[in-house]
């Protein structure tokens, strides 16, 4: 498996919208989970959605309503819609792409590579 590379990042207002990005080129096989996470300054990475290999999509409760997850039009690309943002949403953001169900990806330990994530800021 390949580093992820994210992109998209940047500075916006609370009620703005963002679109992340990241791509695992190096990825082959079955996509078995494609997730976010973000790291908040000080704190630890967090699960943020998911597309396992059904197409099931689940988000955090605290992220219901304002983002959505997609996969990118080319391959191994995963995109996140960040809409309505707010100032708790101020992270780095990181993704990935995994052969292993959800239950065991969504465990941020349980990451096998980080990329080098793409920063989010969010001004009140």
């Known amino acids: 498996q390949g580093q992820p590379v994210e992109s998209g990042g940047g500075s916006v207002q609370a009620g703005g919208s963002l679109r992340l990005s990241c791509v695992v080129s190096?990825?082959?096989?079955?996509?078995?989970?494609m997730a976010w996470f973000r790291q908040s300054p000080g704190k630890k990475h967090e699960w943020v959605a998911e597309i396992d290999r059904a197409g099931r999509i689940r988000y955090q409760d605290s992220v219901k309503g304002r983002f959505i997850i997609s996969e990118g039009n080319a391959k191994n690309t995963l995109d996140l819609q960040m809409n309505i943002v707010i100032p708790d949403d101020t992270a780095m953001y990181y993704c990935?792409?995994?052969?292993?169900?959800?239950?065991?990806?969504?465990?941020?330990?349980?990451?096998?590579?980080w990329g080098q994530g793409t920063l989010v800021n969010v001004s009140s």
């Open positions: 190096e990825f082959t096989g079955d996509r078995d989970c």
């Open positions: 990935t792409i995994d052969h292993r169900p959800c239950w065991i990806v969504r465990v941020p330990s349980n990451v096998a590579k």
